[in-house]
T-cell receptor, first 120, second 114 residues
Framework: GNSVTQMEGPVTLSEEAFLTINCTYT??????LFWYVQYPGEGLQLLLK?????DKGSNKGFEATYRKETTSFHLEKGSVQVSDSAVYFC???????????????????FGKGTLLTVNP | DAGVIQSPRHEVTEMGQEVTLRCKPI?????LFWYRQTMMRGLELLIY????????DSGMPEDRFSAKMPNASFSTLKIQPSEPRDSAVYFC????????????FGSGTRLTVV
């Protein structure tokens, strides 16, 4: 089945350092790819997404490019801040056939999450 | 939009008691998901609905867990009887066109069973 593998961390950086969190996936079809962020005590929030090959998702200084040839969607930020400390989840959309409707149902398959701590 | 609303935010109950968690999805969303998050097992999908119909409940840990979606604006997750190992944060998420928009998560219910 479909799966997402991301570096588990924890990752500890100093403020203004460069961030990379690796994410690779296995998919039978052509998934959309997502990064979610979870701040302490909160739910997951969509950070960015890409729906086709070579698309670059970006938000709040974070970027990730959908690389079909390497099945990767690595998250990067040029200069992290203390406020970026959170858990980051990579995810892919995962269609499964609906026997009743003949169409597909969709859900997200998540990686295990990467804890990022940024020190001042 | 107020987003996905979950209640209660925190629940402390004694082992053996019934617990009901509630979720109001975003209006117009046709998918609803229930997740459980723990340090040991991470984020687990319990069940999801499409147009109020349960599509996949294979993640529900055992018969003590049940979920309903009586209409497009409300869902419940019930645990009866509760056990200490059910202690976790339970998230509800809703979506429209998952493949394009992903999910919107609620703030979660932190359940503690003592």
């Amino acid at each position: 089945g479909n799966s997402v593998t991301q570096m588990e961390g924890p990752v500890t950086l100093s403020e203004e350092a460069f961030l990379t969190i690796n994410c690779t996936y296995t998919a039978t079809g052509y998934p959309s790819l997502f990064w979610y962020v979870q701040y302490p005590g909160e739910g997951l929030q969509l950070l960015l997404k890409a729906t086709k090959a070579d698309d670059k998702g970006s938000n709040k200084g974070f970027e990730a490019t959908y690389r079909k040839e390497t099945t990767s969607f690595h998250l990067e930020k040029g200069s992290v801040q203390v406020s970026d400390s959170a858990v980051y989840f990579c995810a892919l959309s995962d269609p499964t056939p609906n026997a009743n409707s003949g169409g597909s149902n969709y859900k997200l398959t998540f990686g295990k999450g990467t804890l990022l701590t940024v020190n001042p | 939009d107020a987003g996905v609303i979950q209640s209660p935010r925190h629940e402390v109950t004694e082992m053996g008691q019934e617990v009901t968690l509630r979720c109001k999805p975003i209006s117009g969303h046709d998918y609803l998901f229930w997740y459980r998050q723990t340090m040991m097992r991470g984020l687990e999908l319990l069940i999801y609905f499409n147009n109020n119909v349960p599509i996949d409940d294979s993640g529900m840990p055992e018969d003590r867990f049940s979920a309903k979606m009586p209409n497009a604006s409300f869902s419940t997750l019930k645990i009866q009887p509760s056990e200490p190992r059910d202690s976790a944060v339970y998230f509800c998420a809703s979506s429209f066109k998952v493949w394009n928009y992903g999910y919107t998560f609620g703030s979660g219910t932190r359940l503690t069973v003592v």
